[in-house]
């Protein structure tokens, strides 16, 4: 009998092991020109505690490139992916500006467009958030575009995912002074 109940037992707590767990995620959604999409992204960058990865089809907004430098000066990891081509041809790119501060930065070089717009805050922590859609770094798509941005806190599995993205992607791209030569 006392075999028979451990069986059971054993039995039991593998069926609940194997249950997945309810998430604790919370989702956001941004809408531009009506929502403060970009003040999404500066409480974002604020709230970073330990990283901060991004990957910018285009970077030309001062607010946001001021954030991240503000991060890497507070002790944050902040690293940038951006595409090489709107990095060099886009007159008010703020990458130069970013690594002028010290911030790591490679140029996709791969693609006919390195489009993705993702923002990852502490990926391997329980707080960790991803910030992804349509929105570039800019005024525009802040002030003059219909673009979107959806948030996801606390999801691991997600944040993990995009981490795992994004170094996929680095290992491709080119350090910045070496993408820029001529």
Not at 51 to 79: C, F, K, N, P
Not at 118 to 131: C, F, G, R, T, Y
Not at 156 to 176: C, I, M, T
């Amino acid at each position: 009998m006392k075999r028979l109940a451990a069986v059971l037992l054993a039995l039991l707590l593998a069926a609940c092991a194997a249950v997945p767990a309810a998430s604790t995620a919370s989702i956001e959604v941004a809408f531009t020109p009506w929502d403060d999409a970009e003040g999404v992204l500066l409480r974002l960058i604020d709230g970073a505690r330990k990283s901060v990865r991004v990957q910018a089809y285009l970077l030309t907004s001062r607010t946001l490139a001021r954030a991240l430098i503000e991060a890497e000066r507070r002790g944050v990891d902040v690293q940038v992916l951006a595409d090489r081509e709107m990095t060099v041809k886009g007159e008010n790119s703020q990458i130069p500006q970013l690594v002028a501060a010290g911030i790591p930065v490679w140029l996709e070089v791969r693609y006919a467009a390195a489009h993705n717009k993702i923002l990852v805050a502490d990926p391997l922590e329980e707080s960790n958030v991803v910030a992804t859609g349509s929105y570039n770094y800019t005024y525009s798509a802040q002030a003059r575009n219909a673009e979107n941005l959806i948030v996801i806190r606390g999801d691991s599995k997600v944040a993990k995912a995009y981490l795992d993205n994004w170094q996929r992607h680095r290992a491709d791209a080119l350090p910045y002074a070496q993408a820029v030569q001529p």
